[in-house]
């Protein structure tokens, strides 16, 4: 009986896998050179979603920043959907961070008197406070921990202007694969 769970278990991801290699094949067309495709932060979520980065090599043989990406699972079949602009709150909304999306977008004509922080998208792809806080460090990129309702937040920032701010989002999204959120310093999340 044991041996038929294991069995059954090897299957299953198996399964898994090979879905997430054609799903994968499926990102990487959205690519400039789709075979040299590299993936980061994968996940599955409970609805057989997957989400994650990606990039891949431009004409010129460089790699491109990383780009988040979501496979969102409908009767068997995948809708891919790769965000170009590092805002996409459909991608979002499947792969975590919808609603400080929500709340950056609602203040996003506010003033920032105090600066803006660059938020790290709660959720799957943060991984390990210690292991998140130790890849921006190894990238020379300073951050902090805040605590929030009891919950670690790593920020980087304040910025004095949000252009800074942009920068180091997309800074650490081409250099790391981390999405992240910006947003005013102080801004009640």
């Known amino acids: 009986m044991r041996k038929l769970t294991v069995v059954m278990a090897i299957i299953a991801l198996a399964g898994c896998e090979n879905e997430v290699e054609g799903v994968h094949k499926q990102v990487a067309e959205h690519l400039h050179n789709p075979k040299s495709a590299k993936f980061a932060n994968v996940r599955i979520d409970t609805q057989g979603s997957i989400c994650g980065q990606v990039r891949g090599k431009d004409d010129a043989g460089q790699y491109e920043p990383y780009?988040?990406?979501v496979a969102i699972k409908h009767d068997g079949q995948y809708e891919i959907l790769v965000?170009?602009?590092g805002n996409n709150l459909r991608i979002r909304e499947v792969c975590g961070g919808a609603d400080l999306q929500r709340r950056a977008?609602?203040?996003a004509g506010e003033p920032a008197p105090e600066g803006w922080d660059v938020e790290v998208v709660q959720g799957p792809n943060m991984g390990a406070l210690t292991d998140m806080t130790a890849r921006l460090l190894e990238k020379g990129i300073p951050?902090?921990?805040d605590y929030r309702e009891g919950?670690?937040?790593v920020l980087m920032g304040p910025f004095p202007s949000r252009d800074e701010a942009d920068a180091r989002k997309a800074d650490v999204m081409a250099r790391l694969g981390t999405d992240s959120i910006v947003i005013q310093h102080g801004a009640q999340r």
């Open 151 to 153: 919950k670690p937040v």
């Open 83 to 85: 965000d170009d602009s």
């Open 105 to 107: 977008d609602a203040l």
């Open 67 to 69: 780009r988040s990406y």
């Open 143 to 145: 951050s902090r921990v």
